[in-house]
Structures are given as structure tokens and as C-alpha cells.
């Protein structure tokens, strides 16, 4: 391979790689969706008390479940409701529809999540799922 070609190859590739770092604006627009996200998770929880994370979660406990960015709760009751970390790229914060399949009826830790678009029905991200945490209703 010649110089050129060389120093071309680089230039493309270096070029490829700076079009998906985000711009000033749109890190500036991610850094304010995820404080607000996290401002509504703290919101969410407000009034319940942490417990000791399990591994798994029966799928038929949960009525709904809420998405506050990265972070997905389950409510299983009005005392009780479960906390999942992502690992991020579920696109959770638009109008997507979460796919889960779990062919033991529980949703577990590294149970990995689709996002789907609910119009096109194309696929937009997918992420795993971490620990559920219980949170419970602190009694007044």
C-alpha cells in the first residue's frame, strides 16, 4: 500500500469515526434528558425504601412498568415495585415498545431487552437487563 493510499485510508476511517461522536449540542441535549430522567426516577421512588437485589422477577408479578432512561421500574403493587439497571441502548425515552422473551416466565439478570419502533416496527436498540431491586413503601 502506497503512502497516499495509506494516509487516504486513514483520513476516511478518521472521518467515519468523528461522525458518530455526538456534537456539543446534542451532548448537551443528552446530559439534559438524563438529568430529568434521573429527576423523575427520584421522583418514582420517592416514599419507598431499597432492598436487598434479586436476580430475577416473575413476569406474572408485574401490573406496568415505567422507563426513566436507562432505568426501567416494575410495579408489582402499589407497596412494592422492582428496579432494573440497563446497560444502556434501549432506546427507552421515545414511543418504543420493550420486547422481552423469557421462556421460564421470569425476567433475569443479562435477559436481554429489544427495543421496538412502534410504527415501523423496525428494531432501534437492545440492552441487558441487570439486577431488580425491590423497593417498598416506607410506612408512615
Known sequence: M???TTLVALS???TALSGCAATPREQAAMAERNARDAVRLDQRLAGFTPGKPVSCLPVS???RSEYFGDTIVYEVSG???YRT??????TLNRDDILVTQT???SLCRGDIARTI???SRFQTGSCTLGDFVP???DRS
Open 2 to 4: 502506497s503512502r497516499i
Open 12 to 14: 476516511i476511517a478518521g
Open 61 to 63: 408479578t408485574s401490573r
Open 79 to 81: 407497596s412494592l415495585v
Open 85 to 90: 439497571d440497563t446497560s444502556g441502548g434501549c
Open 103 to 105: 421462556p421460564i416466565g
Open 117 to 119: 419502533d412502534r410504527g
Open 135 to 137: 423497593y417498598r413503601k
